[in-house]
């Protein structure tokens, strides 16, 4: 499990040049001081977690839970609450500022966000199927699976059988992607690579749980 973590917004990607004038291309991730509003210990909750929020709300906006929460805790309130697992919470306390300084140039992260949803598509756009023939008799069934089953045994379609339906919108995790530049004053985080998600949508970068 990770030993640190931040959460971010996507912002887009662009690219920068190395000391050898060699092109990288970066996601540009805006990351802002998340504040901790609960801390999760193995003692109490069984498992290992901070609660973080970022940004602000009038706490008008918020349900009586929310609001009781955050004041419970002393913390300005955010829009949003996040759970982040990490395997060691003893260096971090209640009201505690996390910002992108907590990354540096050269560490590999994992980065989890929300896939971009295709909407409802077909098979061959949702899981790689070459579709039907051209030509040779093939009538209006070009971009069709085939068959899905078997005859009389066993008289029915397996379940997870591959077939059209709604794609993206999932939980997706990269590993070991590269910071490329973590700078605290723009709150701005660069990582090699692309990251899952629309611009705009919430990752979490996590220390790689893999190594390089």
């Given at each position: 499990?990770?030993?640190?973590?931040?959460?971010?917004?996507?912002?887009?990607?662009?690219?920068?040049?190395?000391?050898?004038?060699?092109?990288?291309?970066?996601?540009?991730?805006h990351?802002?001081?998340?504040?901790?509003?609960?801390?999760k210990?193995?003692?109490?909750?069984?498992?290992?977690?901070?609660?973080?929020?970022s940004?602000?709300?009038?706490?008008?906006?918020l349900?009586?839970?929310?609001?009781g929460?955050?004041?419970?805790?002393?913390?300005?309130?955010?829009?949003?609450l996040?759970?982040?697992?990490l395997?060691?919470?003893?260096?971090?306390?209640?009201g505690?500022?996390?910002?992108?300084?907590?990354l540096?140039a050269?560490?590999?992260?994992?980065?989890?966000?929300?896939s971009?949803?295709k909407?409802?598509?077909?098979?061959?756009?949702?899981?790689?199927?070459?579709?039907?023939?051209?030509?040779?008799?093939?009538h209006?069934?070009h971009?069709?699976?085939?068959?899905?089953?078997?005859?009389a045994?066993?008289?029915?379609?397996?379940?997870?059988?591959?077939?059209?339906?709604?794609?993206?919108?999932?939980?997706?995790?990269?590993?070991?992607?590269?910071?490329?530049?973590?700078?605290?004053?723009a709150?701005?985080?660069?990582v090699?690579?692309?990251?899952?998600?629309?611009?705009?949508?919430?990752?979490?970068?996590?220390?790689?749980?893999?190594?390089?």
């Open positions: 499990m990770a030993t640190k973590a931040i959460v971010g917004s996507k912002v887009g990607m662009t690219q920068v040049w190395d000391a050898d004038n060699n092109v990288i291309p970066v996601t540009v991730l990351v802002e001081p998340c504040r901790v509003v609960g801390i210990t193995p003692e109490k909750d069984s498992y290992s977690a901070i609660q973080v929020t940004g602000f709300i009038d706490v008008a906006r349900s009586k839970p929310e609001a929460h955050f004041k419970r805790a002393g913390v300005e309130p955010g829009p949003r996040l759970e982040l697992r395997d060691d919470v003893s260096k971090f306390s209640v505690q500022q996390i910002g992108v300084d907590l540096n050269g560490e590999k992260v994992d980065v989890t966000g929300v971009k949803g909407g409802f598509t077909g098979v061959m756009k949702r899981h790689g199927f070459s579709g039907q023939p051209a030509g040779h008799g093939a209006k069934v971009r069709k699976p085939g068959a899905i089953g078997q005859c045994t066993p008289s029915r379609v397996f379940k997870g059988k591959k077939m059209p339906g709604r794609a993206g919108g999932k939980r997706v995790t990269i590993l070991n992607l590269e910071v490329v530049k973590a700078d605290p004053d709150q701005v985080l660069l090699k690579g692309a990251v899952p998600g629309p611009q705009g949508g919430t990752v979490v970068v996590r220390d790689a749980v893999k190594g390089g």
